[in-house]
């Protein structure tokens, strides 16, 4: 579905994932039906750390473990590799980058792959974190990735690390701080998106267009 599109403007591509993410979510709806179904959390993940007042559950602890180092694993790759160059070099240059004598085909290929892996392990801790799946539990998530990924810099890997972070402390701090205003949360996230691209477009960690 993407290769059609690939010479095609960028917006062409951006509204064939869209399309390809409703097919899939509507694929799984008619498959395994929308009623949520009970995901197992390992009893290893199960436990809970009291540290003074604040009691923290196991499955926090190994999921920040386990995406710092998805995150340094797809760092290394990505900064440290071949295959992470020519998927630098691709995104800058499609054209060049094949006169180079690149596979772009395989490298593209690839590229999925990866994103697809580092999407499974995001969606199965989060599937512990609140254990029930369903075909369209990715949605809000996904577009949470995607406000994180502008707030840090579309095309940083680092970026979108502190991103998250940073979405996922300002929601946390003002339901800590103002918590009739819970319900809110999930526009702040939007709020962001919006200010960002208004006055920051490049993200905090993106490298500045030029004029």
């Given at each position: 579905?993407?290769?059609?599109?690939?010479?095609?403007?960028?917006?062409?591509?951006?509204?064939?994932?869209?399309?390809?993410?409703?097919?899939?979510?509507?694929?799984?709806?008619?498959?395994?039906?929308?009623?949520?179904?009970?995901?197992?959390?390992?009893?290893?993940?199960?436990?809970?750390?009291?540290?003074?007042?604040?009691?923290?559950?196991?499955?926090?602890?190994?999921?920040?473990?386990?995406?710092?180092?998805?995150?340094?694993?797809?760092?290394?790759?990505?900064?440290?590799?071949?295959?992470g160059?020519?998927?630098?070099?691709?995104?800058?240059?499609?054209?060049?980058?094949?006169?180079?004598?690149?596979?772009?085909?395989?490298?593209?290929?690839?590229?999925f792959?990866?994103?697809?892996?580092?999407?499974?392990?995001?969606?199965?801790?989060?599937?512990?974190?609140?254990?029930?799946?369903?075909?369209?539990?990715?949605?809000?998530?996904?577009?949470?990735?995607?406000?994180?990924?502008?707030?840090?810099?579309?095309?940083?890997?680092?970026?979108?690390?502190?991103?998250?972070?940073?979405?996922?402390?300002?929601?946390?701090?003002?339901?800590?701080?103002?918590?009739?205003?819970?319900?809110?949360?999930?526009?702040?996230?939007?709020?962001?998106?919006?200010?960002?691209?208004?006055?920051?477009?490049?993200?905090?960690?993106?490298?500045?267009l030029?004029?």
């Open positions: 579905m993407y290769r059609p599109v690939r010479n095609a403007p960028r917006i062409s591509a951006l509204i064939t994932a869209i399309g390809v993410s409703f097919l899939l979510e509507n694929l799984g709806l008619v498959l395994f039906t929308g009623r949520p179904k009970a995901f197992i959390r390992p009893e290893l993940l199960s436990g809970v750390h009291t540290f003074g007042n604040v009691r923290v559950l196991d499955l926090h602890i190994w999921t920040a473990i386990l995406t710092l180092l998805i995150f340094l694993s797809l760092y290394v790759v990505i900064y440290r590799t071949n295959t160059r020519s998927m630098r070099c691709i995104a800058y240059d499609m054209e060049t980058t094949k006169l180079m004598g690149v596979d772009v085909d395989r490298i593209i290929a690839v590229t792959a990866v994103g697809s892996a580092v999407a499974a392990a995001g969606g199965i801790m989060w599937a512990m974190r609140y254990p029930q799946i369903n075909p369209l539990m990715g949605i809000l998530p996904g577009l949470k990735a995607f406000v994180a990924a502008v707030l840090g810099g579309i095309g940083n890997v680092g970026g979108a690390m502190v991103g998250g972070l940073l979405l996922g402390l300002l929601e946390i701090l003002l339901v800590a701080a103002r918590p009739d205003m819970a319900g809110y949360r999930d526009a702040i996230a939007f709020g962001i998106l919006i200010f960002i691209l208004l006055f920051r477009p490049t993200g905090l960690m993106g490298d500045r030029p004029d």
